[in-house]
């Protein structure tokens, strides 16, 4: 995730998946705990990364993310790292 993360916030379905993944939308922290969690997680594993338009996360959309669950995270993922691969973002 170092240095890479940040680029998921560059896609409106990579900022849904940080927020979808299993670890994030089953956790037991609330929606603005999780907010809270994945805005200091981008500053702190990826800040350069992180796109100059970046608007933090609320517990609003968190709660708006979480009711729609990933049928498979791992596709969902490939797919987005490979549109992050093709505008030109290293992302492993």
Sequence with gaps: MRG????FLRLPEGR????QVPGTSQS???????AEL????????????VPPDF??????EVTRWRAH???DAA???MAIVERLR????VVD
């Design 28 to 34: 037991a922290l609330d929606d603005a705990q999780v």
């Design 4 to 7: 890479m993360v940040g680029h």
């Design 75 to 77: 596709a969902t993922r």
């Design 38 to 49: 994945l805005n200091w997680m981008v500053a702190a594993v990826s800040r350069s990364e």
């Design 55 to 60: 608007v933090p996360y609320t517990g609003e």
């Design 86 to 89: 093709s505008m030109g973002y």
């Design 69 to 71: 669950r990933l049928n």
């Design 16 to 19: 849904a998946f940080l927020v």
